[in-house]
């Protein structure tokens, strides 16, 4: 499980760039037993009406295809 934690962290560092060059970030809270992953999204994505988009069509759709054992992503405050 620490390990899997530590893959979703270094996936998530891959896609921070691309989500800071527009003002927002994702931050990583945490891993549950269900493999579902929880972040928080932040700065101008925090709020924002396409955020959903981004974090399902975006950030949850890298990460699956990077960590197939990983079952959703999922935004909390």
Known sequence: MKQLQENVQKVLAQIRPTLQR???????????????????????????????????????????SELPTIRAVEAVD
Do not use: H, W, Y
């Open 22 to 64: 527009d003002g927002g970030d994702v931050e990583f809270v945490r891993l549950d037993d269900d493999n579902v992953v929880q972040v928080r999204l932040t700065g101008a994505c925090k709020g924002c009406p396409m955020s959903r988009v981004t974090l399902k069509e975006g950030i949850e759709k890298f990460v699956k």
